[in-house]
């Protein structure tokens, strides 16, 4: 079992940044990837940023170049940094962790091992 907590939401103005941290506990294989989702309302949940052990990144183009994903091994905890953020970036973030077989194919398609509680992001105009 794993758990996932999240913290560093809030209300921030457009063109601001603010710095996402997803804390994980519990038992941690040594193949897995974590992501972090976001989901408007009305939208369907997307990944913004994911990261495997590896250190391997990927993004969507949504925010490549304004969003960067981190992790510190030694913690268990992922980061995301968002910069020059808009409007649309507004949505509740949730980190994720896929692990064990396929756990890089999983956490692509939205089907990772555990979910955060998420945290509001809100991004004035």
């Known amino acids: 079992q794993v758990q996932l907590v999240e913290s560093g939401g809030g209300l921030v103005q457009a063109g601001g940044s603010q710095r996402l941290s997803c804390a994980a506990s519990g038992r941690i294989l040594n193949n897995y990837a974590m992501g972090w989702f976001r989901q408007a309302p009305g939208k369907q949940r997307e990944l913004v940023a994911a990261i495997n052990s590896g250190g391997v990144a990927t993004y969507p183009d949504s925010v490549k170049g304004r969003f960067t994903i981190s992790r510190d091994s030694g913690k268990n905890t992922t980061y995301l940094q968002m910069n020059s953020l808009v409007p649309e970036d507004t949505a509740v973030y949730y980190c994720?962790?896929?692990?064990?077989?396929?756990?890089?194919?999983?956490?692509?398609?939205?089907?990772?091992?555990?979910w955060g509680q998420g945290t509001q992001v809100t991004v004035s105009s």
């Open positions: 994720a962790v896929a692990q064990g077989s396929s756990f890089w194919h999983r956490l692509m398609n939205g089907l990772p091992d555990y």
